[in-house]
């Protein structure tokens, strides 16, 4: 260990770990999270994990685009609205030959929401990534507020206005018991935050081999500095059209889970706000890592959900208590706690955020050790 | 010491005297632009009010190692600029190879055989220096655009960029990250990275900028040798006057956008016109 960056040779091939530590992060996330998080002594519930891993995609969709392509989009909502809406929509009326409620209709309404996400990145990118980081930003909160205005209309009775789509926009595969959803297929039950863990798996995996794959490396000279990659022949224009592409389609599949997730589409969804609460999670978490996103979703809900439910502080947590404090008062006030927490990472280390301190910890602690035992 | 002299005389120059009275001669470049390896045909780049570059033409021969000299502001950037795309010219046009290139993107010049290093270092400065070698490397094997979606970028290029790092000497800094290289190695890592795009015609603007003086010889050195083992032309702008003079095979000396003069280094030092644009009284010291 205390010999890694010595014993290697220059420019030599990074170990196994190294390399492959990303998809082994991901599967301890993905066994590890609902026994922690929804234990009695944490938040006490099922539905809080499998939404945490939603939003975990969602925001590392979207970070394919910010963090690793330097575009900053102020209306991602968008993106994740087109798989909530374009599902639930063909599932409740059904099209042509596809009825009403069928599983197939749900899946063809699946695989049409990324395609039209696909075809509609490639065109909003193909219109506006040339006009600049400002404009950018600008354009795609303007083109996300017109879907949502539009959908808002509730035209031909399609959208449900502002109400949104509360009934009969789940598929048959869906099983709801009290509450708690599983996907009844092939005879089999599979419980629903499984089931999301595994669409996350292969969704997450799918973002870590685009970023990995030269592809991904000339995301990174693009964003790292522009006017040198076209020097050195890279097509920047296309790189960034192809990353709104991509990163439109994978926050669009985080939200057909999230319509399963909520039973039906519910317009907040693809409001401004939660445009804007996406750029916050990503940045807080840490926009350079991999791991930023899902840190940055993963804080987020929990301390939204933690603090508006742990009114009071009980130590220990057990039969007999010696202290209870009473933070209903304090904790009313959780978003300013959040947001005091967003300003101190971004005053500090606007790009590194918590992940980045968890490293710089970690890598701090390995010294120490190292030196310790020396 | 050369040095901080020349500045003076040329900021003097510059701010004081418009110096020769004869008319600029037209200056005949000694190949024609369109059959030269690199041609530069009646160019004029304006700024608004300001004329960068004046009706400039330039023929460069294969294989041939020319400077481009002149005081602060004669537009030796602009023109790189332009014959590079990263600027457009306002009129006139740019050969490669015989065919014109004027109109092309910027991005698609590399792939046609020039590559450039830039005045500023630019690097992709987050990233390791062999990840910056390697990145070009992959841009220049696979082209401006490739959907290379499923492999690792680790099977691409590196190979190649380890060697490139090698021949420029900074295999001791491959796992260094661009940014924490001191400034000389930054210069030298930007010269890699032009060699790694595969050139047949290399232009470096000012490769020994705030370079020692040890470090500017050495990098002299290595300028003429990649030139000699690769074969390359290689255009140089370049202010240290005794690198100029002890490796380029002709200079070309730009003054208010214009070309006053192209010949070898010798005859150029004794160019009246030359003397009394630029050189000054610099003539005693070479």
């Known amino acids: ?374 | 010491m050369s040095h901080a002299n020349e500045t003076d005389e040329v900021g003097h120059a510059k701010s004081t005297d418009r110096g020769h009275d004869q008319e600029p001669s037209p200056i005949e470049p000694a190949v024609a632009p369109s059959s030269a390896v690199l041609g530069v045909h009646e160019m004029t780049r304006t700024f608004g009010e300001v004329l960068a570059v004046d009706t400039l033409s330039l023929g460069i021969e294969a294989g041939e190692l020319r400077a481009v000299i002149g005081p602060n502001g004669a537009g030796k950037t602009t023109l790189f600029n332009c014959i590079m795309g990263a600027l457009n010219p306002t009129e006139g046009s740019v050969y490669l190879n015989g065919s014109e290139i004027t109109g092309d993107a910027e991005e698609q010049r590399p792939h046609k055989g020039m590559a450039r290093s830039f005045q500023s270092n630019q690097l992709f400065a987050d990233q390791t220096v062999l990840e910056n070698i390697r990145l070009v490397v992959q841009t220049a094997r696979q082209g401006a655009f490739s959907m290379d979606l499923f492999r690792s970028h680790y099977s691409v290029g590196r190979e190649r960029a380890i060697e490139i790092a090698d021949d420029v000497g900074l295999t001791a800094d491959l796992d260094a990250e661009a940014k924490n290289l001191p400034h000389g190695e930054q210069r030298r890592l930007g010269i890699a990275m032009a060699l790694a795009t595969d050139p047949d015609v290399l232009l470096l603007d000012e490769p020994t900028s705030g370079m020692s003086p040890a470090a500017t010889a050495e990098t002299a050195s290595l300028i003429k040798e990649v030139r000699d083992d690769r074969g390359l032309t290689v255009v140089l702008i370049e202010h240290d006057m005794d690198v100029v003079l002890s490796i380029s095979d002709r200079i070309t000396v730009l003054n208010r956008g214009e070309v006053i003069a192209t010949d070898s280094p010798d005859a150029i030092q004794g160019n009246q016109a030359v003397q009394d644009a630029y050189l000054g009284g610099m003539r005693e010291e070479i």
């Open chain 1, 1 to 374: 260990m205390s010999g890694e960056s010595t014993d290697r040779a220059t420019g030599g091939l990074p170990s196994m770990f190294e390399r492959y530590k990303i998809p082994l992060g991901l599967v301890v996330l993905v066994v590890a999270l609902r026994p922690l998080i929804t234990s009695e002594m944490v938040l006490g519930y099922n539905a809080i994990a499998s939404k945490m891993l939603i939003m975990m995609l969602f925001v590392a969709g979207f970070n394919l685009l910010f963090g690793y392509t330097g575009l900053l989009s102020f209306g991602h909502a968008m993106f994740l609205g087109f798989g909530i809406y374009i599902p639930a929509i063909l599932v409740l009326n059904g099209a042509w030959v596809l009825p009403a409620g069928g599983n197939i209709t749900f899946l063809v309404g699946v695989i049409l929401a990324l395609a039209a996400v696909a075809v509609y990145g490639y065109l909003l990118g193909t219109l506006i990534v040339g006009m600049g980081e400002i404009y950018f930003a600008l354009l795609t909160l303007a083109f996300s507020q017109a879907i949502y205005f539009i959908v808002l209309r509730n035209p031909g009775e399609l959208t449900g206005g502002s109400n949104g789509l509360t009934q009969g926009t789940l598929p048959d595969f869906v099983e709801q018991t009290r509450g708690e959803i599983a996907i009844e297929a092939f005879g089999l039950s599979l419980d629903w935050y499984w089931a999301v863990a595994v669409v996350f798996l292969l969704g997450m995996l799918a973002l870590w081999q685009i970023v990995r794959s030269p592809f991904g490396r000339s995301l990174v000279a693009v964003s790292e500095n522009e006017q040198l990659a076209r020097a050195m022949g890279v097509d920047t224009t296309s790189y960034k059209i192809w990353s709104v592409t991509f990163s439109g389609v994978f926050s669009a599949l985080a939200g057909v889970l999230l319509m399963i997730q909520n039973s039906g589409a519910a317009i907040e969804n693809l409001s401004v706000f939660t445009s804007g609460d996406t750029v916050l999670m990503a940045v807080l978490g840490g926009v350079n890592y991999f791991f930023g996103p899902v840190v940055g979703a993963f804080s987020w809900l929990f301390v939204e959900d933690f603090l508006t439910n742990f009114e009071l502080w009980q130590f220990p947590l057990s039969e007999v208590t010696f202290v209870t404090v009473d933070l209903s008062d304090i904790l009313v006030y959780w978003q300013f706690l959040l947001g005091a927490l967003f300003v101190v990472v971004v005053l500090t280390a606007p790009e590194e955020g918590i992940w980045g301190y968890i490293r710089s910890v970690a890598s701090w602690l390995r010294k120490r050790m190292q030196q310790v035992r020396a």
